[in-house]
């Protein structure tokens, strides 16, 4: 492995244990200290790759987007599922997930942008993106399902599609608080009511 | 004033003080020295009326608690009210009150759920109660506006006050995050939609 190559999966493996760490503790929870030491990589190493904690976090948001564009494949972009099946698909693909995690971590963009949306501009900018991304990709499935009449005609699906985004993390911040699947349950039936043309 | 009113002004004070910190800038960001300087008390006094951090912050969820069911007298308890006037006047107030705020802070309840609700089961237990109080608030108006014919008949009213307060938590996420009323103003028109008979 040479110096760049070297350099690239250090700077990896910092995201990768601190996009875990922020996750499950929060920003402000989580010192550089315990990420440092966690990665086992030195203060030098670290601000080699970073300016400083909040550059850090912005590069792990990036990390967090392309990871909910991955996943998606696997439910919101499965070109092999009906619309239908892509909110359910999506839906019990996080349900296991949250569940696997005993329902403590919930969303990270969510989680972020709760804690330091209101505190940060540049946070609120990158996290924007990513929500629009989020709203984006549940705007062409409700399209799809629009034109294919599996779901009800509406006037605004952009606005759908946020309000349905906005309740599934509001849905998420009670999940953890009474660590329970209910509200996400709740989220899907109310979902399906809002979007299902029956 | 006695020792006693004196030490219960004191305690009132450091909830005061405590409240607004945490809730501009999240309970791992506030500092029990931050609290103390602000507050100008003592680390004795305090230690005097609060074990710890973390007790402190469950009085202060009463306080939030408390303050929600009083304020909750301008709209959503608000008898002279209809069903649909209490909705509406709930929206206005807190989008009213977010916009003095340029849409930075939501709801304290919201902010501790997504900060501390995996990390902390004493706080769980409270905020779970908190919760429950909002969904228990808006169900009842829900009751009466369907007893009314003002709302839609629905099979399950606490599932949906629960939607509807969890979609509200979320749009109060993104409102953050956007520094917009976008996301409120959504919340509502789709409220309407789920609530209304028309």
Known sequence: MNAETKGEATKQHLIDVGSMLFYKQGYNNTGLSQILKEASVTKGSFYFHFDDKETFAIAIIDFYMKMFRDLSKQHLNNDSLTPTEKIAAFHHFYLNLFKQQDYTCGCPIGNFGQELGGLNPEFSK??????????????QVISEG??????????????????????????????KTIRSSQPLENWFVFTKQLLLNE
């Open 146 to 175: 629009v034109l294919s009449g599996e779901f009800k005609a509406t006037n605004d699906i952009e606005a759908l599609a946020g309000f349905i985004v906005d309740s599934w993390e509001g849905a998420l911040v009670r999940m």
């Open 126 to 139: 990158k996290l924007a993106i990513a929500f629009n991304g989020m709203v984006f990709t549940l705007s």
